[in-house]
């Protein structure tokens, strides 16, 4: 199996550092942006890209959940977890098959977050 690519963006460098390294530790590979046209870059020019992590307030032309509705409608096959520590959405402004978490969130959240992101990527292996 091959190495998941999880795109991982807040405008906070110790959250993306320590997310980062999480991934890395998992196995993964991770790579960062600091808002979202940052990400939607990255996503236009790496298309291993399998999984975003991406916190709703971020300076930039759109916040989290924004970039969230754009990479469900651009790149449906990646799975989008959402986080915030003063943002809780309501499930109709998420994209569907998303996942919210609040900040302060615990490692063990995150870390069970993307377990199942990317089982789930493994189980519907067509797209890709």
């Known amino acids: ?16 550092m320590d997310l980062a390294d999480m991934v890395q530790d ?12 940052e990400a ?6 790496q298309p291993a890209i399998r999984i975003l992590v991406t916190d709703i307030e ?10 969230a509705a754009a990479v469900r409608e651009r790149w449906p096959p990646v799975v989008i977890i959402v986080t ?14 998303t996942v919210f978490l609040g900040k302060p969130y615990q ?3 995150m870390s069970a977050a ?9 189980r519907g292996k067509s797209t890709g």
């Open 26 to 37: 998992a196995g993964h590979v991770a790579l960062e942006a600091a808002h979202a046209d």
């Open 58 to 67: 971020m300076p930039g032309s759109m916040d989290g959940l924004k970039l």
């Open 84 to 97: 915030s520590g003063r943002v809780l959405p309501a499930t109709t402004q998420l994209p569907s098959e």
């Open 114 to 122: 993307l377990n199942d992101a990317v089982a789930t990527l493994r």
């Open 107 to 109: 490692g063990a959240a």
């Open 40 to 45: 939607i870059g990255l996503l236009e020019t």
């Open 1 to 16: 199996m091959s190495e998941i690519v999880v795109l991982i963006v807040d405008d906070e460098p110790l959250i993306r």
